[in-house]
């Protein structure tokens, strides 16, 4: 066997083992995310918040963080709101939000990295080895084989399926 076939088929081996928990993570968070737009995997997170006398019910939107604040219904001294409540007599507001759980919010953070993110680096690095791996699997096999033969049409069948799936 070439050594340059060796070292290609090292590197896959050993990248494909360093990689195995970036993968699981990105896997799992991949997976989740198809559901994101449903409540699946989220809990219910109820938050109390204590605001200051001062706070207006017009700049409750802005004291709370709440982008496109509005304000459903006031019903005597509570005001409801797509996000919860607030009691103007007590002062306490009361937000209910879904959120993933703690580990998942985490990987699902990670896959969505942007250059605003300290770990971008990270998706870029997997994204350039899943690269590396589609390329190197070439050089599992020798030309001559059956299954080196075999490999390709799975590959053009994979290729095709993945162009169909993207116009439909």
């Not at 994101?36 to 017009?58: G, M, Y």
Request: net charge positive.
């Amino acid at each position: 066997m070439k050594k340059s076939k060796l070292t290609v088929r090292i590197i896959h081996r050993y990248l494909g083992f360093f990689l195995v928990g970036v993968l699981a993570v990105y896997s799992i968070s991949g997976i989740t995310m198809i559901f994101r737009r449903t409540d699946t995997f989220k809990k219910t997170v109820v938050k109390e918040i204590n605001l200051e006398k001062h706070i207006q019910t017009t700049d409750l939107g802005k004291a709370l963080e709440i982008k496109d604040f509005k304000v459903d219904s006031t019903v005597a001294d509570v005001v409801y709101f797509k996000e919860g409540k607030f009691n103007t007599t007590s002062r306490k507001a009361f937000l209910t939000s879904k959120q993933y759980p703690y580990v998942l919010d985490k990987m699902m953070k990670l896959h969505k990295a942007t250059t605003n993110s300290p770990v971008y680096w990270l998706n870029i690095f997997f994204g350039g080895s899943l690269l590396f791996f589609v390329i190197s699997s070439f050089w599992m096999f020798l030309p001559s084989t059956s299954t080196f033969r075999k490999g390709l049409i799975f590959s053009l069948l994979g290729f095709l399926m993945t162009i169909i799936i993207l116009f439909l």
